[in-house]
């Protein structure tokens, strides 16, 4: 009989010997952190004390859990095990305080989006791209019309999140998307890691963009609205500029899949990689099981 549990510090060597049956799986190099988080985290299906499986639930927002990180067995495989699972992932998370759950899967994975959409009733919510840039040139004159949100864009940027208030932006795990707030926005200001087109204080902004610069020379680049688009160009010439003076070669990206094809239309440029799935979501209010 199947049981879960919430995998502990001491259930790390066992985790990292299930998961060499999974080539290069970005999780064995995860673990130390999932088992650490306080709230959520990696969870294990049990058989007779063996691990068949792995699952992840993440809290991105205290109100949202993602899901993510389900690994079956091959020998388990086809046998009912990751619905099962995952069903117990949606329950988890409506335990755990979360009102909505999403997961993020491959166009292609047919058996996971049979599971969420037919079994459980979750609904496509967006689509999404992960990708590479390189190659980028920065201008040699920074542009004009785009550049760093000062203090004085607060409520142009206020009135630009009430027209896009259902977006969904990416954080700091370019493939956990959750919903924006403007307290994201706040934070990432801070961080002087929003741009806006245009910088003149009176003019509706025409495009947003919220980046961070992260290690190995590497920009990530989780949010980017166009609004009209007249000034979407100068922005990412803004952004080039911000790469070129960090000594940046890679812009990595995780946007919903309209945005993501404005944003690589715009560069011009072909990603050396890229990932396209849908997000799932299901509004775990409505769940009375």
Same mark, same amino acid.
């Given at each position: 009989?199947?049981?879960?549990?919430?995998?502990?510090?001491?259930?790390?060597?066992?985790?990292?010997?299930?998961?060499?049956? %999974?080539i290069?799986?970005?999780?064995?190099?995860? /673990?130390?952190?999932?088992?650490a988080?306080?709230?959520?985290?990696?969870?294990l299906?049990?058989?007779?004390?063996?691990?068949?499986?792995?699952?992840?639930?993440?809290?991105?927002k205290?109100?949202?859990?993602y899901?993510?990180?389900m690994?079956?067995?091959?020998?388990?495989?086809?046998?009912?095990?990751?619905?099962? %699972?995952?069903k117990?992932?949606?329950?988890?998370?409506?335990?755990?305080?979360?009102?909505?759950?999403?997961?993020?899967?491959?166009?292609?994975?047919?058996?996971?989006l049979? /599971?969420?959409?037919?079994?459980?009733?979750?609904?496509?919510?967006?689509?999404?791209?992960?990708?590479?840039?390189?190659g980028?040139?920065a201008?040699?004159?920074?542009?004009?019309?785009?550049g760093?949100?000062?203090?004085?864009?607060?409520?142009?940027?206020?009135?630009? +999140?009430?027209?896009?208030?259902?977006?969904?932006w990416?954080?700091?795990?370019?493939?956990?998307?959750?919903?924006?707030?403007?307290?994201?926005?706040?934070?990432?200001?801070e961080?002087?890691?929003?741009?806006? !087109?245009?910088q003149?204080?009176n003019?509706?902004?025409?495009?947003?963009?919220?980046?961070?610069?992260?290690?190995?020379?590497?920009?990530?680049?989780?949010?980017?609205?166009? !609004?009209?688009?007249r000034?979407?160009?100068?922005?990412?010439?803004?952004?080039?500029?911000?790469a070129?003076? +960090?000594?940046?070669?890679?812009?990595?990206?995780?946007?919903?899949?309209?945005?993501?094809?404005k944003?690589?239309?715009?560069?011009?440029?072909?990603?050396?990689?890229?990932?396209?799935?849908?997000v799932?979501?299901?509004?775990?209010?409505?769940?009375?099981?």
């Amino acid at each position: 009989m199947l049981r879960y549990v919430r995998a502990s510090v001491e259930d790390q060597e066992k985790i990292r010997d299930f998961l060499r049956q %999974f080539i290069d799986d970005y999780l064995t190099d995860q /673990i130390e952190q999932l088992v650490a988080q306080r709230v959520g985290g990696l969870y294990l299906a049990l058989e007779d004390e063996q691990i068949i499986g792995t699952a992840v639930i993440a809290l991105p927002k205290r109100h949202e859990a993602y899901l993510s990180g389900m690994r079956i067995a091959p020998s388990r495989q086809g046998q009912g095990v990751a619905e099962a %699972f995952t069903k117990f992932q949606v329950a988890e998370a409506g335990r755990l305080g979360a009102g909505i759950a999403r997961a993020l899967v491959h166009q292609d994975n047919q058996t996971s989006l049979h /599971i969420l959409q037919e079994s459980l009733g979750f609904h496509v919510a967006d689509g999404w791209m992960v990708g590479t840039l390189s190659g980028f040139e920065a201008p040699d004159v920074p542009p004009l019309g785009a550049g760093p949100a000062w203090a004085v864009d607060k409520e142009r940027i206020l009135s630009f +999140w009430y027209r896009f208030a259902d977006d969904l932006w990416a954080g700091q795990n370019l493939w956990a998307p959750h919903s924006l707030t403007m307290e994201d926005i706040w934070q990432r200001f801070e961080n002087s890691g929003v741009a806006v !087109a245009p910088q003149t204080e009176n003019l509706e902004i025409d495009t947003l963009a919220m980046y961070r610069v992260g290690k190995k020379k590497t920009m990530y680049i989780n949010y980017f609205r166009v !609004a009209e688009g007249r000034l979407a160009p100068d922005l990412l010439a803004y952004l080039w500029v911000e790469a070129r003076a +960090w000594g940046l070669e890679h812009v990595h990206y995780g946007l919903p899949q309209k945005q993501a094809e404005k944003f690589l239309s715009i560069s011009g440029l072909t990603p050396a990689d890229t990932w396209t799935g849908l997000v799932l979501e299901k509004d775990l209010s409505m769940t009375h099981e």
